[in-house]
């Protein structure tokens, strides 16, 4: 267990940082599925200049840690994460950018979705309304390429702020993007171990990131937004604490893996307070009393059992921490 009581560790943050670390924090209520013990380092930055702070901090010390966004598709370990989280919720300034051509808008990773699309009706601007309803954050959307009602972020994306390490330095840097890069769920972010949550190595962390818009009739957007809002309402992404859609569909399947599971027999299956949903096969919910490990045991059986009777291999969704 990391302890920020060793004299070594503390005076190593500067001063003006240190208001942003806490000790033994539970991170459960920080994630949709209501699950997960304690991280023993949380830090939550409030700036570019905070974060990167933060990542030094954790580089220089030999700290393991993972990033936590809004917690939509990430499961925690029962016994938490034996490091530091980093805690993107305060990162969350939008902007309108005049370019003098398209307008254009930037929001910091930690910002809601819902909040960056409220901003844009709010403004009237046309293009993100199809996220509307999405859980979870830009930086995560952007990490994950989400992908709603047959449109992906890098649809609409213009560019990226991230922090990328070399040897001990940190620097911001931009990335403008290019759709080469991207796939269904794929983003040029994402590590090649697959291990989306881990702060290792190279790997570049999402800052901020611009889109593009364009004036439109702000009745309209906020009817699109309702209605998506309340389709996904309708299909029960709300009814429990879930991470959403526990697997990726995949077209090779000539199905969604949701169908895969409900002709598996598979819905409404339960270990502890773990289930598969009643009302969608690809959705797995906390109960009440789930444990990350019967999610866990859930996901295998129900990967197991697809395997079985069509020989499609389902891959996760939901991102394992720790």
Partial sequence: MFNLGEKEKKNSFPVKFRKIIQENVKLGSFTSFKIGGNADIYITPSSPDELSAALAFIREERIPAILLGGGTNLLIPDEGIRGAVIHTDR????????????????????????????FCAEYGLAGLEDFAGL?????????????????????????????????????????????????????????????????????????????????????????????????????????????????KNNHAFGKPSGQLIDEAGLRGLQIGGAQVAPWHGNFIVNTGSATAQEVVELIEIIRKRVKDTTGFELEPEIIFAG
């Fill in 91 to 118: 990162l969350n300034k939008i902007r309108l950018l005049n370019t003098g051509k398209e307008p254009l808008v930037q929001a910091e990773a930690g910002t809601l979705m819902k909040d960056l699309t409220e």
């Fill in 135 to 247: 859980p979870g954050t830009v930086g995560g959307a952007v990490f994950m390429n989400a992908r709603c009602y047959e449109k992906s972020i890098s649809d609409v994306l213009i560019s990226v702020s991230a922090l990328y390490f070399s040897g001990k330095e940190c620097t911001l840097q931009k990335y403008d993007c290019n759709k080469g890069d991207w796939g269904y769920k794929q983003s040029p972010f994402q590590p090649s171990d697959k291990r989306y949550a881990v702060i290792n190595g190279n790997r570049p962390i999402i800052v901020s990131a611009t889109f593009r818009v364009e004036q439109g009739d702000a009745i309209l957007i906020r009817k699109i937004m309702e209605n998506r809002i309340a389709d996904r309402t309708a299909k029960g992404h709300f009814k429990l604490p879930s991470a959403g859609s526990a697997f």
